[in-house]
């Protein structure tokens, strides 16, 4: 069984500060990886993805990959209180190219900035 | 990436009675759809996957004669919900499937049954 896990949270932050979200996987086949915003009553929208080992920014946004230890994290650097919501990690055992119908999401963390 | 139109947002039936949701590709011609369910504070849970011009593939534990998935064209999947019941009340969401490994989701349609 593909297993995602997260932290439901809530994880609280100071706005300004640096919110760190983790999520690890069970299936070491695992591929793709990927980052959704959930704010509540809406569909996830894609922050971002990452195929390889290390970091990925995009913005105030910095995925980091450890495939080794099955882990996967995103930064929110400068937070704002419009980031509040649900994170969900999405896991994929195919490769970039290789389609979605091997995605398999997390519960999500719930996090909120304190204005 | 893609461009997905999901109707309704929001739907309140009745126990017993049947609701129809559309999930329409704008921009991409979608051999595949993906039906996804999620429940509060759940993560979102791969129903089916909806094959144009052929049979939906179901996931173990969703009944194929209570959630009717037709796939008729390559914009357009619906997935019905047969006599519905209160437990049945959930976000639903379709994703087209394309080449990339990250889903591209519709707005989702929150259903529920009293």
């Known amino acids: 069984q593909k297993e995602v896990e997260q932290n439901s949270g809530p994880l609280s932050v100071p706005e300004g500060a640096i919110a760190s979200l983790n999520c690890t996987y069970s299936?070491?086949?695992?591929?793709?990886f990927f980052w959704y915003r959930q704010y509540s009553g809406k569909s996830p929208e894609l922050i971002m993805f990452?195929?390889?080992?290390g970091d990925k920014e995009d913005g105030r946004f910095t995925a980091q990959l450890n495939k080794a230890s099955q882990y996967v994290s995103l930064l929110i650097r400068d937070s704002q209180p419009s980031d509040s919501a649900t994170y969900l990690c999405?896991?994929?055992?195919?490769?970039?190219?290789?389609?979605?119908?091997?995605?398999?999401f997390g519960k999500g963390t719930h996090l909120i900035i304190q204005p | 990436g893609a461009v997905v139109s999901q109707h309704p947002s929001r739907v309140i039936c009745k126990s017993g009675t049947s609701v129809k949701i559309e999930c329409r590709s704008l921009?991409?011609?979608?051999?595949?759809m993906f039906w996804y369910r999620q429940f509060p504070k759940q993560s979102l849970m791969l129903m089916a996957t909806?094959?144009?011009?052929?049979?939906?593939?179901?996931e173990q534990g969703v009944e194929k004669d209570k959630f009717l998935i037709n796939h008729a064209s390559l914009t357009l999947s619906t997935l019905t919900v047969t006599s519905a019941h209160p437990e049945d009340s959930s976000f639903y969401i379709c994703?087209?499937?394309?080449?990339?490994?990250?889903?591209?989701f519709g707005q989702g349609t929150r259903l529920t049954v009293v």
């Open positions: 909806s094959n144009e011009g052929s049979k939906a593939t179901y």
């Open positions: 994703s087209v499937g394309t080449d990339h490994t990250e889903a591209f």
């Open positions: 999405a896991v994929n055992i195919n490769p970039p190219g290789g389609g979605a119908d091997g995605l398999t």
């Open positions: 990452i195929y390889s080992n």
């Open positions: 299936d070491r086949g695992s591929q793709s």
């Open positions: 921009d991409f011609q979608a051999t595949t």
